[in-house]
Nanobody, 121 residues
Framework: VQLQASGGGMVQAGESLRLSCLAS????????MYWFRQAPGKEREIVAA????????YYPDSVKGRFTISANYDKNTVYLQLNSLKPEDTAVYHC???????????????WGQGTQVTVSS
């Protein structure tokens, strides 16, 4: 499956963005979907995940209460709503997929080019 992320941009602290991840085919019932971010000099961090059927979600403490992952399976699209953005959220955000039923896979099966999110103070 091919994944294409979009929706990034430059915002000020406290503002919001919504990222979209368009999949080339249906992911429902097949893939756990993730959003992860990569900032220069920092380790990759999974910031959200949604289970294969959308019934469960995961967030690390760093974004819990601020980020929300959702899916529209009719549109083969996964979203990430980013609220109350902070400068430390600045990173390239990627979407990814795994056929494993886990929120912390050792590796992804598929991932796409990311979208840059820049938050100024």
């Amino acid at each position: 499956v091919q994944l294409q992320a979009s929706g990034g941009g430059m915002v000020q602290a406290g503002e919001s963005l919504r990222l979209s991840c368009l999949a080339s085919r249906s992911t429902f019932g097949i893939y756990t979907m993730y959003w992860f971010r990569q900032a220069p000099g920092k380790e990759r961090e999974i910031v959200a995940a949604i289970s294969r059927t959308g019934g469960g979600t995961y967030y690390p403490d760093s974004v819990k209460g601020r980020f929300t992952i959702s899916a529209n399976y009719d549109k083969n699209t996964v979203y990430l709503q980013l609220n109350s953005l902070k400068p430390e959220d600045t990173a390239v955000y990627h979407c990814a997929a795994s056929n494993k039923n886990t929120y912390s896979p050792r590796e992804f099966d598929y991932w796409g080019q990311g979208t840059q999110v820049t938050v100024s103070s």
